[in-house]
């Protein structure tokens, strides 16, 4: 693999990404597969998120605004096609692992507040 360099956010850069996330790599893997720095990555991703939040911005990340969209959607994809398959018969436990991994907030387990039912301090089991 090369050595990271920097890139400009293309069309045909977005659409690089926006394969290789529908097909489940790490945002970092991304970067590293593309020759992308993560460092220039993850400036594009906020660019565009302050762009899409604040309802515009500067013309100059209306690109960045773009490829933040194109990735929400990638991943979106991709955890549609993981929930299709979790819904079936054939492979669904590894369907959910990976839903449960790359999106914990909506497919990780939940804990009871407060954790175990048993609370000790280690200071009483052993005086």
């Known amino acids: ?3 990271a360099k920097k890139r400009r956010l293309t069309p045909k850069l977005i659409n690089q990404f ?8 790490p945002f970092d893997a991304c970067c590293d597969m593309l020759e992308v720095s993560t460092e220039r990555f993850w400036t594009w991703r906020n660019e565009g998120e302050n762009f899409l939040n ?8 209306e690109d960045s605004a773009r490829f933040v969209a194109a990735i929400r959607k ?6 549609y096609g993981h929930v299709k398959r979790a819904n079936t018969k054939a ?9 449960e991994r790359r999106d914990r907030r909506n497919f990780g387990r939940r804990e009871v507040e407060g954790g175990s039912a048993e609370e000790y301090s280690p200071d009483d089991k052993f005086l």
């Open 91 to 99: 492979d669904w436990i590894r369907s959910l692992a990976l839903l």
């Open 18 to 25: 926006v394969k290789l996330i529908r097909d489940g790599l």
């Open 74 to 79: 990638a991943f979106a994809e991709y955890k």
């Open 1 to 3: 693999m090369g050595v």
């Open 54 to 61: 604040s309802g515009g911005g500067p013309p100059e990340h």
